[in-house]
């Protein structure tokens, strides 16, 4: 059983940003971890994933050159660093880890945490 636990959000302005932290339970260090965020109104939708070694990174379009997903194995924890937050990115955010291959369905992730609320201002 894996426990995620996420922290680091926050209000923050308009060009601001964040560090998110998802600190995992047991060992995770064989497990690809994803993020994912749900605004109001909104379904849930893929933001970043991370392999297991942390080789390989995926994003999607909107958060390009603005997020940096890591991790740190040694820690169980993985990172979403977010840059020139808009005000699009209000959501909260989940991070989700998976036996197997980093991908951006969420139906893929076996363990969710229970989310940390961003919100940035205009």
């Known amino acids: 059983q894996v426990q995620l636990v996420e922290s680091g959000g926050g209000l923050v302005q308009d060009g601001g940003s964040l560090r998110l932290s998802c600190a995992a339970s047991?060992?995770?260090?064989?497990?690809?971890m994803g993020w994912f965020r749900q605004a109001p109104g909104k379904e849930r939708e893929f933001v970043a994933a991370?392999?297991?070694?942390?080789?390989?990174?995926y994003y999607a379009d909107f958060v390009k050159g603005r997020f940096t997903i890591s991790r740190s194995n040694a820690k169980n924890t993985a990172y979403l660093q977010m840059n020139s937050l808009k005000p699009d990115d209000t959501a909260v955010y989940y991070c989700a880890a998976e036996q197997g291959r980093a991908t951006m369905y969420g139906t893929d992730y076996d363990y969710w945490g229970q989310g940390t609320q961003v919100t940035v201002s205009s």
């Open positions: 047991g060992r995770t260090w064989s497990y690809a």
């Open positions: 991370i392999s297991s070694s942390g080789g390989s990174t």
